[in-house]
């Protein structure tokens, strides 16, 4: 039987992995991603907790707000990162340190 721990390891297994592509990429691209696999790895937690509190449904709440900040999230995102690549012809984020050209 899957047991709360096997949700919560897989939630800091992906969380961990988000963080390092977050401090280890230069890619902007890159980088939206590792902040979807954090926002993922908090909706799996709040899933798990939900699914072992009997009769709640708060967790299933949180969840959905996150669903719909990580997609405003990542379309704001990719017009930015559309607008840099735009201008500096790079999503390198080292390259693009000023926002004026």
Do not use: P, W
């Not at 926002?39 to 449904?57: D, E, T």
């Amino acid at each position: 039987m899957i047991t709360l721990q096997h949700f919560l390891l897989l939630s800091a297994i992906l969380f961990c992995l988000g963080l390092y592509i977050v401090l280890t990429r230069k890619s902007a691209v890159a980088i939206l991603m590792g902040i979807e696999l954090i926002l993922n790895a908090a909706s799996i937690s709040f899933i798990a907790f939900g699914r072992f509190v009997v009769g709640s449904v708060d967790a299933q709440v949180f969840v959905i707000f996150i669903i719909i900040v990580a997609v405003c999230e990542a379309a704001v995102a990719l017009a930015i990162i559309l607008n840099i690549y735009q201008n500096f012809r790079t999503v390198d984020v080292d390259e693009t340190r000023e926002l004026k050209y």
